[in-house]
């Protein structure tokens, strides 16, 4: 007859290391997932410049921007307010510039 406190310990130990094993690598997928590398939004990109994207909102001549509108505060812009660049979810798969401007343009809700 075998032992039932030894075979409890393997099974215990058996158990634990498959979590920690699927725990881990879930973890690795999801930072991989995370982080996905997202290609800078060009101007001359059609669909950005179909909507009037600039780089730098300052040197919009667009009647319909104002002072103050970048795409850090917008609805649209996925990223940090310390972020230099961020998704967008206007142009998915590319980044625009915090400092940046389209016609989409929407105030970001405080």
Known sequence: MTDPIARRSLLKAA???????????????????AAPALEPLSATDPQASALGYLEDAS???????QAGQVCASCVQFQGKAADARGACNIFPGKSVNAHGWCLVWATKPA
């Open 15 to 33: 158990l634990i290391g498959a979590v920690g094993a699927s725990v881990s690598g879930l973890s690795s997928k999801l930072g991989a997932a």
């Open 59 to 65: 040197k919009a001549t667009n009647p319909t921007h």
